[in-house]
Nanobody
Framework: QVQLVESGGGLVQAGGSLRLSCLAS????????MGWYRQTPGKQRELVAT???????NYADSVKGRFTISRDNAKNTVYLQMNSLKPEDTAVYYC??????????????WGQGTQVTVSS
């Protein structure tokens, strides 16, 4: 079994910062890409940022220059540093990992989500 557990969400004023963390654990052989997605009620889940094993990153245009994704491969952990937060960043943020299990089953795994609320 594989588990992804997020932490670090909360309520912050516009212009403030939050740091999200996500720990992947369980029967993991190798993690390829890790990332963060977000979703608001009535809308599809959207990509925020991804990071490959080697460190290559990809960001949604809406967060470029404000959010930074990083990972600690030794700890199977991905982070999202969010600065200059805006009310429109309010969403449930989900961690994602594309990985191979020790039985060589590949696929995407998701965390349970963490709420980020930015007040104006």
């Amino acid at each position: 079994q594989v588990q992804l557990v997020e932490s670090g969400g909360g309520l912050v004023q516009a212009g403030g910062s939050l740091r999200l963390s996500c720990l992947a654990s369980g029967s993991i052989f190798v993690i390829n890409v890790m990332g963060w997605y977000r979703q608001t009620p009535g809308k599809q889940r959207e990509l925020v940022a991804t990071i490959a094993t080697g460190g290559t990153t990809n960001y949604a245009d809406s967060v470029k220059g404000r959010f930074t994704i990083s990972r600690d491969n030794a700890k199977n952990t991905v982070y999202l540093q969010m600065n200059s937060l805006k009310p429109e960043d309010t969403a449930v943020y989900y961690c994602n990992a594309n990985l191979l299990t020790i039985t060589l089953k590949g696929g995407d795994y998701w965390g349970q989500g963490t709420q980020v609320t930015v007040s104006s």
